[in-house]
């Protein structure tokens, strides 16, 4: 499969396609996105178990295809397919991956294997990120976008990981 690097440059207002009048024209791509992953077979692990404030934590969720269709986790490969949601003790929930970027700034779209699952094959995705500052304990899960909304839908099971 050709991998495509393009980076497209958002202006201010205008985040939208050309000659689009959907506010949001990603929202077909997430509705697919989020209908795909729902076949997928998911797990999450989060290691070690117990860290330190200023630790290293590993945040790693796996993709199975059990389907007979490789399943498109999509965005036409523009940012990452996947992404984290740790929810701590108190406070906001915390996103190691971006949400969404800054004004002016967008994903570069250069596909890669984890947008494609193929059937049966078996995917991960491993980040490291600093234990949050405050002690307790957190869920973590990993999600795609939600269809034509904020946020991320859950894919995958709830792990759990403290800080002391």
């Known amino acids: ?3 495509r690097s393009l980076i497209l440059a958002l202006m201010a207002g205008g985040a939208a396609c050309a000659g689009s009048t959907d506010p949001d024209p990603w929202a077909a791509g997430r509705r697919q996105m989020a209908l795909n992953a729902e076949r997928l077979e998911t797990a ?5 178990t117990v860290v330190h404030v200023g630790d290293t934590l590993e945040l790693i969720a796996t993709l199975h295809n059990p389907t007979a269709t490789t399943v498109d986790m999509g965005m036409g490969g ?5 992404l984290f949601e740790v929810t701590p003790p108190s ?4 996103h190691p991956i971006p949400l969404d970027l800054p004004p002016n700034a967008a ?3 250069d596909r890669r294997d984890i947008h494609d699952i193929e059937p049966g094959e078996t995917d991960s995705l491993t980040i490291r990120w600093p234990a949050p500052a405050a ?3 957190y869920q973590v ?3 795609v976008r939600k269809p034509a909304s904020p946020g991320l839908q859950r894919i995958t099971p709830i792990d759990e990981f403290e800080v002391r």
């Open 1 to 3: 499969m050709p991998r």
């Open 44 to 48: 999450i692990v989060s290691r070690p």
């Open 78 to 82: 523009c940012g990452p397919s996947l």
């Open 91 to 94: 406070g906001p929930r915390l």
């Open 107 to 109: 994903w570069t779209c």
């Open 135 to 137: 002690a307790g304990r």
């Open 141 to 143: 899960w990993a999600g």
